[in-house]
Structure formats: structure tokens, C-alpha cells
């Protein structure tokens, strides 16, 4: 959510021309955004949580093993899968929005 959030802030201090950003604003460029640039601001952000879960995977995985240790791994590795799951449905989703778009199926 984090780039749909600046693609907002920047939409909006487009549209204000260096004036400070309200509320009113972001919301208004909030709604100009189209629902594909939503569904790519949506994928984006899964994608940067998803990196993030394989990073405390990883950093898990690269040290001496206690059991209280590999239960903290084997948890990174299942809330990883997770959000693994939720990217691809959102790529799926933003893919087939797009295939609509630009090719009407």
C-alpha cells in the first residue's frame, strides 16, 4: 500500500503545484486513481511484504538451530507461503485485468 500511497502523493502535489498536501487532496487523487492502477499499486505492495517475509525467512535459516529456532523458522516459512499465495492471486488479478484492457478478454 506504501506505492499506491505515494503515487497518490504524487498525483496530488501535481495537481497543488508546490502548495502543502491536504487530506481533500489525497483523496481526490485518491478516486483518479483507475481501478488497474490500484490493482498494480496492490501487487506492488504484496510484493515488498512477500520480500520481506523471504528476508526473515532467510535470516532465520542462517544460524546455529535451537528447537525454539527452527519453530521460528518453520513459522517464517509458513507466513511466507502465505503471502506467496496472495502475490500470485493479485498478479492473476491485476494480469486479467489488463488482458480486458488491451485485448478485451
Same mark, same amino acid.
Given at each position: 500500500? %506504501?506505492?499506491?500511497?505515494?503515487?497518490? =502523493?504524487?498525483?496530488?502535489?501535481?495537481?497543488? =503545484?508546490?502548495? /502543502?498536501?491536504?487530506? +481533500?487532496?489525497?483523496?481526490? /487523487?485518491?478516486?483518479?486513481?483507475? +481501478?488497474?492502477? =490500484?490493482?498494480? /499499486?496492490?501487487?506492488? $505492495?504484496?510484493?515488498?511484504?512477500?520480500? !520481506? !517475509?523471504?528476508?526473515?525467512?532467510?535470516?532465520? %535459516?542462517?544460524?546455529?538451530?535451537?528447537? $525454539? @529456532?527452527? @519453530?521460528?523458522?518453520?513459522? $517464517?516459512?509458513?507466513?511466507?507461503? #502465505?503471502?506467496?499465495?496472495?502475490?500470485?492471486?493479485? #498478479?492473476?488479478?491485476?494480469?486479467? /485485468?489488463? =488482458?480486458?484492457?488491451?485485448?478485451?478478454?
Amino acid at each position: 500500500m %506504501a506505492k499506491a500511497k505515494k503515487l497518490v =502523493r504524487t498525483r496530488a502535489k501535481s495537481s497543488q =503545484r508546490g502548495k /502543502a498536501i491536504t487530506k +481533500p487532496a489525497l483523496k481526490k /487523487a485518491a478516486k483518479s486513481l483507475t +481501478p488497474i492502477d =490500484r490493482m498494480q /499499486a496492490a501487487y506492488q $505492495a504484496a510484493i515488498e511484504e512477500w520480500i !520481506a !517475509a523471504i528476508k526473515q525467512e532467510e535470516a532465520l %535459516a542462517s544460524v546455529n538451530h535451537t528447537i $525454539a @529456532d527452527i @519453530d521460528k523458522w518453520e513459522g $517464517a516459512h509458513f507466513t511466507e507461503d #502465505k503471502i506467496r499465495s496472495k502475490v500470485q492471486d493479485l #498478479k492473476k488479478r491485476y494480469e486479467d /485485468a489488463l =488482458r480486458e484492457k488491451y485485448f478485451g478478454f
